[in-house]
């Protein structure tokens, strides 16, 4: 199985750029998808952006589309989230997650489809 450390989170105010990390090790061979989930204080997590690793087509939230990158370095097994024009809603905890299924394009945002997870990095906008 694969495992997830994510990092690069930290403080910024509105306006400001952050690139989140995740560094992958174990079985990666096989990864299917891998994607960034973040979870707001008080709220469920939401899928924001996600990265098919067989024809590398990436999928986002609308609410970050035109912001935030979603890329990958395959020699690094790392995959990263660069963050532009953060907004104080973006503020959340950041999550690396990963999956060995084929998922349909429908539903790979969803959360619940993920079976591997990181720990989590914590993002702060301020206005």
């Known amino acids: 199985q694969v495992q997830l450390v994510e990092s690069g989170g930290g403080s910024v105010q509105t306006g400001g750029s952050l690139r989140l990390s995740c560094a992958a090790s174990?079985?990666?061979?096989?990864?299917?998808?891998m994607g960034w989930f973040r979870q707001p204080p008080g709220k469920e997590r939401e899928g924001v952006a996600v990265?098919?690793?067989?024809?590398?087509?990436?999928y986002y939230a609308d609410s970050v589309k035109g912001r935030f990158t979603i890329s990958q370095d395959n020699t690094k097994n790392t995959l990263y989230l660069q963050m532009n024009n953060l907004k104080p809603e973006d503020t959340a905890m950041y999550y690396c997650?990963?999956?060995?299924?084929?998922?349909?394009?429908?539903?790979?945002?969803?959360?619940?489809?993920?079976?591997?997870w990181g720990q989590g990095t914590q993002v702060t906008v301020s206005s």
């Open positions: 990265l098919d690793a067989g024809d590398v087509r990436t």
């Open positions: 174990g079985y990666t061979y096989s990864i299917q998808f």
């Open positions: 997650a990963a999956d060995y299924r084929r998922l349909g394009s429908s539903i790979v945002l969803a959360q619940y489809n993920y079976n591997y």
